[in-house]
């Protein structure tokens, strides 16, 4: 039996009760572009040793496969979770790259405005200050720690260099976009 609405079908067992693929537009076109991510919805090895698993996934339900078969992965709060630490294509027996997929994931929800708050916030830290934390407010009692350890004291960035490389592949422009809504 098979039933559509929206823009996804979902095919159910004869028994009626367990989902056996649900097929959403979005994941086709993510399989389009990487053909490969078909393997880690029926795999999983990856959950194994993938940091993320352990926030609320199971074995069953594992990050990847949480991901990969959102309904509009790029809008799936869940991409901002991986930590890029290539865990799971060290140990893929099929030379998948889920980090690669996740990472266009997040370019693409980055470029049409679905970034959490708090990474543009960190993005608009960057490039005003150089850090990716605010370390101004105590930028005082840091150097004098650093120079009671024999350190450097830390100054402050320039980010003129920051700015140039966000003017000219458009991040500046983005994050003013952002600063409008």
Request: hydrophobic share 35%.
């Amino acid at each position: 039996m098979s039933s559509t609405f929206l823009s996804h079908s979902i095919s159910i067992k004869d028994d009626g009760n367990m989902p056996v693929s649900i097929e959403y537009k979005a994941k086709n076109e993510l399989l389009q572009k990487f053909p490969k991510i078909e393997i880690c919805l029926k795999c999983n090895t990856c959950a194994l040793v993938c940091p993320v698993q352990y926030a609320g996934f199971s074995p069953t339900n594992t990050y990847v496969n949480n991901v990969f078969s959102a309904p509009e992965p790029e809008k799936n709060p869940n991409i901002w979770l991986c930590v890029s630490c290539h865990k799971c294509e060290e140990i893929c027996p099929y030379e998948v790259k889920p980090t690669e997929v996740i990472e266009a994931l997040k370019d693409e929800a980055f470029e049409k405005g679905y970034a959490p708050e708090a990474i543009r916030e960190e993005i608009n830290q960057v490039l005003t200050t150089g850090y990716a934390f605010p370390i101004f407010q105590s930028l005082h009692f840091i150097n004098r720690e650093r120079e009671r350890r024999g350190l450097k004291p830390l100054g402050e960035r320039k980010v003129g260099e920051i700015k140039k490389i966000a003017g000219k592949t458009g991040l500046e422009n983005k994050m003013a976009g952002w600063k409008k809504k």
